[in-house]
T-cell receptor, first 114, second 115 residues
């Protein structure tokens, strides 16, 4: 079955703009988590959605938001972009069962803010 | 919240030798410990994981051990090959029914296999 997909793969934006990234989970997975990866900070948790509800949120400013649709696809939005938002944004999907909560990552969206 | 520390940050190993990467975690309620391998420009790939009801798990040349008392877990790669060169991340997670099952990652280990 198809893996996690993310679009777009690459984005170049300027400071002050806003951006929307999309993630389609593995079929049957209802949990989608988002992570930011940078050389300096490593892999940092952004938020997690399950059945269209945000279950967890990491320590990021309110400019970072997300949502999940009824088909489990998820989007994240970053408003008023800053240079420091340049990163690889990864989403991961999971069944989120007690004994089956492995998370599988998509290829990521590389965002460059100029 | 959970804190995961990973050592070493870089590791060079002669081809054929073994490599060991160690992680410690802070929250004793964490029960799921995956390891991811990330090659340059690619997504993290789950290579092995272990749950807190198991002390050791092996998959061919890769093994993971867990010491719940000491709150540390380790990745062991035997008979290393050039294709094992990558960055390896450990992570820890609470059980899903805690409502806070996000993965907390270590800072990564860049493993280089010397031919």
């Amino acid at each position: 079955k198809a893996g996690v997909t993310q679009t777009p793969r690459y984005l170049i934006k300027t400071r002050g703009q806003q951006v929307t990234l999309s993630c389609s989970p593995i079929s049957g997975h209802r949990s989608v988590s988002w992570y930011q990866q940078t050389p300096g900070q490593g892999l940092q948790f952004l938020f997690e959605y399950f059945s269209e509800t945000q279950r967890n949120k990491g320590n990021f400013p309110g400019r970072f938001s997300g949502r999940q649709f009824s088909n489990s696809r998820s989007e994240m939005n970053v408003s008023t972009l800053e240079l420091g938002d340049s990163a690889l944004y990864l989403c991961a999907s999971s069944f989120l069962l007690v004994e089956d909560n492995e998370q599988f990552f998509g290829p990521g969206t590389r965002l460059t803010v100029l | 919240g959970e804190n995961v520390e990973q050592h070493p940050s870089t590791l060079s190993v002669q081809e054929g030798d073994s490599a060991v990467i160690k992680c410690t975690y802070s929250d004793s309620a964490s029960n799921y410990f995956p390891w991811y391998k990330q090659e340059l420009g690619k997504r993290p790939q789950l290579i092995i994981d272990i749950r807190s009801n198991v002390g050791e798990k092996k998959d061919q040349r890769i093994a993971v051990t867990l010491n719940k008392t000491a709150k540390h877990f380790s990745l062991h790669i035997t008979e290393t090959q050039p294709e094992d060169s990558a960055v390896y991340f450990c992570a820890a997670s609470l059980p899903p029914n805690f409502g806070n099952e996000k993965l907390t990652f270590g800072t990564g280990t860049r493993l280089t296999i010397i031919p």
